[in-house]
């Protein structure tokens, strides 16, 4: 059983959608957290991280988009200020989408055609992690004559259902800890509490 915590309700909703996916069946129980913000992610996360484990959940993943710092600094954040103080004992995931999550569906860019249909992508992305605001990068080519216009809260988890995952994998090196806690139970974190 799973228990995904993110910075807002739709990263957690997409990275549910990718779990199911990666796993190959739906009848995985998931909870989730999204928070309304990183820093209530940081502050509310140890304790959403040990109730989940009441509940039930042994496999963790944690998602804090990167936002131009340093991956490495978001990793361990994500360690100092949640994994560590929840005294939870698990397989954890401290999972930093390069810039944002968004990254990854400008890797698979014509997936979104399957939710916003008159979508056409003119253009193969192919390093989707050096753009700098993936989410806005998606904005801008939504206005282009594209009807909905693409929204993060309401398309992310339906795009993630289209998503190609090994492109993305491929692309995406920040999409891998994902893919190993789920196909091989692997997470990136190793900590045990008493």
Same mark, same amino acid.
């Given at each position: 059983? +799973?228990?995904?915590?993110?910075?807002?309700?739709?990263?957690?909703?997409? /990275?549910? =959608?990718? @779990?199911?996916?990666?796993?190959?069946?739906?009848? /995985?129980?998931?909870?989730? %957290?999204? #928070?309304? *913000?990183?820093?209530?992610? /940081?502050? %509310? $996360?140890?304790? &959403?991280?040990?109730?989940?484990?009441?509940?039930?959940?042994?496999?963790?993943? !944690?998602? #804090?988009?990167?936002?131009?710092?340093?991956?490495?600094?978001?990793?361990?954040?994500? !360690?100092?200020? !949640? @994994?560590?103080?929840?005294?939870?004992? $698990?397989?954890?995931?401290?999972?930093?989408?390069? &810039?944002?999550?968004?990254?990854?569906?400008?890797?698979?860019?014509?997936?979104?055609?399957?939710? @916003?249909?008159?979508?056409?992508?003119?253009?193969? @992305?192919?390093?989707?992690? =050096?753009?700098?605001?993936?989410?806005?990068?998606?904005?801008?080519?939504?206005?282009?004559? &594209?009807?909905?216009? +693409? *929204?993060?809260?309401?398309?992310?988890?339906?795009?993630?259902? #289209?998503?190609?995952?090994?492109?993305?994998?491929? %692309?995406?090196?920040?999409?891998?800890?994902?893919?190993? !806690?789920?196909? *091989?139970?692997?997470?990136?974190?190793? /900590? %045990?509490?008493?």
């Amino acid at each position: 059983m +799973y228990g995904v915590l993110g910075e807002d309700r739709s990263d957690t909703d997409m /990275l549910k =959608e990718l @779990i199911f996916s990666l796993a190959g069946e739906r009848s /995985l129980t998931i909870k989730t %957290k999204g #928070y309304s *913000s990183c820093g209530e992610l /940081l502050t %509310k $996360g140890a304790r &959403q991280v040990a109730m989940f484990r009441e509940l039930g959940c042994n496999k963790f993943v !944690i998602c #804090y988009d990167s936002d131009r710092d340093n991956p490495a600094n978001r990793k361990a954040s994500i !360690i100092n200020r !949640i @994994i560590r103080p929840s005294m939870t004992n $698990g397989v954890f995931c401290a999972l930093v989408p390069i &810039q944002e999550i968004e990254a990854w569906i400008l890797g698979d860019l014509p997936a979104v055609s399957n939710i @916003i249909t008159g979508w056409v992508p003119t253009r193969n @992305i192919l390093h989707p992690e =050096e753009e700098n605001d993936p989410k806005e990068f998606l904005e801008k080519l939504s206005r282009k004559n &594209q009807r909905p216009r +693409y *929204s993060h809260a309401t398309h992310n988890p339906r795009i993630a259902k #289209y998503l190609n995952l090994a492109i993305v994998e491929a %692309k995406c090196p920040s999409f891998r800890p994902l893919v190993d !806690i789920v196909r *091989s139970g692997l997470g990136n974190v190793a /900590l %045990k509490h008493a």
